[in-house]
């Protein structure tokens, strides 16, 4: 597991209007230096329920890299979420993704992608929504804030630092321009996904590389954005590989290169 403060705590969270509607989807990652980072999306037409799942598929490909506290749990208030990867899905995968009743099961693919993302000894704990916990009140706030089409400022791992004596916060220092600090967490995000191998749905593409999604869906052969190479996966998935050569190797600047 890679060196670096260790995650202390993890919540998500999902929103949507209208059920099927715009949704989008909030989690965040608190570290034992006390810095924060949070993550968060949006979908033009889903449901409540796949932004549940969305939100904590990202934490789980986020953790797999990170040292986590041995009582490190993902605090969700979705019960459908907990009941579905706790206790539901070993007999849905029996039954050949069938429900008890012989119905396809809903939201498959995010079940599937959240099964073998799963890591040992990293439970869900239940949280009442709205009840206060700040952490789900935080992933909410971001939840509905892309469910609504807006882009939130999201905590990119900044620690306040304090002194010594009396507890005051010293000055912090000029901040990077927003544009910069948002884009350097894409690159980072980008460089964590190429190194583990993951698959991204055309949605989860097009947000990391930020171009709209009708952009991509014409998409069927490997392709370059800034120094990583796009590639067509299975099951309609795309896999990120870092170009060794870096800039060099760009698009020339065209519409992939966001």
Same mark, same amino acid.
Request: aromatic share 6%; hydrophobic share 40%; glycine share 14%.
């Given at each position: ?38 993550? #968060?999306? %949006?979908? +033009? ?7 549940? $799942?969305?939100?904590? *598929?990202?934490? !789980?490909? /986020? ?103 009396? #507890?005051? %916060?010293? +000055? ?7 544009? $910069?600090?948002?884009? *350097?967490?894409? !690159?980072? /995000? ?69």
């Amino acid at each position: 597991m890679a060196d670096g403060p260790v995650v202390v705590a993890a919540a998500c969270d999902g929103a949507c209007s209208g059920n099927p509607g715009p949704g989008g989807w909030g989690c965040l990652l608190r570290f034992a230096d006390g810095s924060v980072r949070e993550w #968060g999306g %949006a979908d +033009p037409d889903t449901t409540n329920n796949r932004m549940e $799942l969305t939100a904590a *598929l990202t934490l !789980l490909q /986020l953790l797999k890299t990170l040292p986590r506290d041995p009582d490190l749990a993902i605090r969700t208030d979705s019960k459908y979420l907990i009941d579905g990867f706790s206790r539901w899905i070993n007999g849905w995968k029996r039954k050949g993704w069938r429900t008890a009743s012989g119905s396809p099961v809903l939201n498959r693919d995010l079940w599937e992608a959240l099964d073998a993302a799963r890591l040992p000894n990293l439970p869900l704990a239940y949280v009442k929504g709205h009840s206060g916990d700040p952490d789900n009140d935080r992933c909410d706030v971001i939840a509905v804030a892309f469910s609504k089409g807006q882009q939130p400022s999201l905590a990119q791992g900044e620690v306040p630092l304090a002194a010594a004596a009396g #507890g005051v %916060a010293a +000055p912090a220092p000029e901040p990077a321009p927003k544009p $910069l600090l948002q884009l *350097l967490s894409r !690159l980072e /995000l980008a460089d964590r996904l190429a190194a583990g191998g993951y698959g991204l749905s055309l949605i989860e593409l097009a947000q990391v590389v930020e171009l709209p999604l009708a952009t991509l869906e014409g998409r069927s052969e490997a392709w370059r954005w800034r120094d990583w190479l796009v590639v067509p996966g299975g099951g309609g998935r795309w896999r990120l590989h870092r170009e060794a050569s870096g800039s060099e190797q760009r698009d020339g600047g065209g519409p992939g290169d966001g």
